[in-house]
Every structure is written in C-alpha cells, then in structure tokens.
C-alpha cells in the first residue's frame, strides 16, 4: 500500500514557475514508477511525466522544456518543477504510483493522491 499526498501548487502568472512535491509513504517506493498527471475543467486527465526508479523519465510534448520530474527514493518524494507556466497548465495535478504497464497509461498507476490545484493566470 502506498499513500501520497501532493503539495506546492497555487496561483501563479503566466512565465512564472512553481515546485509540486509527492509524499509517499511505504517502504518500497524505489520499487514504483512515478507520474504526473493533470486534469482540468471538463477535460480527461492526461499524463504529464513520469520517472522510473533508476531515474529514466518522460515528459508530454506539451510540457516538454518547461517541466521537469526528479525523485529521490532516500525520501520517498517525486517532484515537479514547472517554469514558464501557461495559462493552458491551469488544472488539478496528481501525483500517482505504478509497477507495471504503460507509464503514460492512467491505467497502469495503482496509487494516486488527492491532487494540488495550479492555477495560471494571463
């Protein structure tokens, strides 16, 4: 069992950058693969990153350069770091943990937090 509660998001202007941070407790973190997903008004949720647990990440084309994954498994915590926010990034983040299947797959993560809302304004 794995539980993770996701932090860092808020208001933020267009350009601007912020840090979302995952919790996870359990004691085999190392063992999951990470993502990040989105989900805005009335929209699907769609995959953002995600990093394996030797570090090998993946990122949406429509985030791609301005966000970036990391992890560290000593602190059972995944990160993301968002810069040049768009308006168009508006939406609840989750944070979510997976072992096996497509890693860009909503399907294939088990586990998922509460969510932190980003919120970009123009």
């Known amino acids: 069992q794995v539980q993770l509660v996701e932090s860092g998001g808020g208001l933020v202007q267009a350009g601007g950058s912020l840090r979302l941070s995952c919790a996870a407790s359990?004691?085999?973190?190392?063992?999951?693969?990470m993502g990040w997903f989105r989900q805005a008004p009335a929209k699907e949720r769609e995959f953002v990153a995600s990093i394996l647990g030797n570090a090998d990440t993946y990122t949406a084309d429509s985030v791609k350069g301005r966000f970036t994954i990391s992890r560290d498994n000593a602190k059972n915590a995944v990160y993301l770091q968002m810069n040049s926010l768009k308006p168009e990034d508006t939406a609840v983040y989750y944070c979510a943990a997976g072992v096996s299947g497509g890693i860009a797959s909503k399907r294939s993560y088990e586990y998922w937090g509460q969510g932190t809302r980003v919120t970009v304004s123009s």
């Open positions: 359990g004691r085999t973190f190392g063992s999951y693969f």
